[in-house]
């Protein structure tokens, strides 16, 4: 008993280095799974960013869309459109004039541009405004000089798959169903786009990020029918 007491001679050396590989063998390992959650979080965190700046920008260019409105009888809403880019009066709100001649609508001209290059969506506004009589529709007054204000409202972004970044539809039929117009929009398609669909991914800083974002953006009166 007494010997087995006072016996110090400890591990061997056979026995020091398996503990030691077994030791580095979990050490390894829980490096391994820490690691994995530290990309994990990032990827979700980096996923959550996206979608997040995805749906500001969706928000930002379905607003501005949303507000777009008649000049006059003859010029609607937008002036151009295509795949990449829409040109389109946008209305500021009602300003009250002489009692002869009735409200008008403060109307800004804006074109937003999806830059396959650089990744991003640029906006041009042409630098003042111009109002438009209602009440009863006025003669056509369209700014033809070229916008001096430019911003980038999003980057990051690109289309979804083969869909455009901007796609439009005419109602048509009865009861109405919403048919796709060829782009780029012809001057006579231009009063029939009835809807304006947007779509667009948004990618995240880490690779394979990305964030999907749809949404439809109605104009009740694309033919400029004032009443």
Same mark, same amino acid.
């Given at each position: 008993?007494?010997? !087995?007491?006072?016996?110090?001679?400890?591990?061997?050396?056979?026995?020091?280095?398996?503990?030691?590989? &077994?030791g580095?063998?979990?050490?390894?390992?829980?490096?391994a &799974?820490v690691?994995?959650?530290?990309?994990?979080?990032?990827?979700?965190?980096?996923?959550? +960013?996206?979608? =997040?700046?995805?749906?500001?920008?969706?928000?930002?260019i379905?607003?501005?869309?949303?507000?777009?409105?008649?000049?006059?009888?003859?010029?609607?809403?937008?002036?151009?459109?295509?795949?990449? +880019?829409? %040109?389109?009066?946008?209305?500021?709100?009602?300003?009250?004039?002489?009692?002869?001649?009735?409200?008008?609508?403060?109307?800004?001209?804006?074109r937003?541009?999806y830059?396959p290059?650089?990744? =991003?969506v640029? %906006?041009?506004?042409?630098?003042?405004?111009q109002?438009?009589?209602?009440?009863?529709?006025?003669?056509?007054?369209?700014?033809?000089? +070229?916008? /001096?204000?430019?911003? /980038?409202i999003?980057?990051?972004?690109?289309?979804?798959g083969?869909?455009?970044f901007?796609? !439009?539809?005419?109602?048509?039929?009865?009861?109405?169903?919403?048919?796709?117009?060829a /782009?780029?929009?012809?001057?006579?398609?231009?009063?029939?786009?009835a809807? &304006?669909?947007?779509?667009?991914?948004?990618?995240?800083?880490?690779?394979?990020?990305?964030? +999907?974002?749809?949404?439809q &953006?109605?104009?009740?009166?694309?033919?400029?029918?004032?009443?």
């Open positions: 008993m007494m010997r !087995y007491v006072s016996d110090e001679r400890g591990f061997t050396l056979v026995e020091l280095l398996a503990a030691m590989v &077994i580095l063998v979990v050490l390894f390992a829980l490096f &799974i690691d994995n959650a530290v990309h994990l979080q990032a990827r979700a965190v980096d996923r959550i +960013e996206a979608n =997040d700046g995805g749906r500001l920008a969706m928000d930002l379905s607003q501005q869309l949303g507000s777009r409105v008649c000049v006059s009888g003859t010029q609607g809403s937008l002036v151009s459109g295509a795949d990449n +880019e829409v %040109e389109f009066f946008a209305s500021l709100g009602m300003t009250p004039e002489s009692t002869t001649e009735g409200q008008r609508l403060v109307l800004q001209r804006r937003l541009i830059r290059v650089s990744n =991003d640029r %906006e041009e506004v042409w630098v003042g405004t109002a438009a009589p209602v009440l009863p529709p006025g003669p056509d007054t369209v700014p033809t000089v +070229e916008p /001096t204000t430019t911003r /980038t999003v980057s990051g972004v690109a289309p979804v083969a869909t455009p901007f796609s !439009y539809f005419a109602m048509t039929g009865a009861p109405p169903q919403p048919t796709q117009l /782009t780029p929009l012809l001057s006579t398609d231009l009063s029939e786009a809807r &304006i669909n947007v779509s667009f991914v948004a990618r995240g800083k880490v690779a394979g990020v990305s964030s +999907e974002l749809h949404n &953006i109605l104009d009740r009166s694309p033919g400029c029918f004032f009443g």
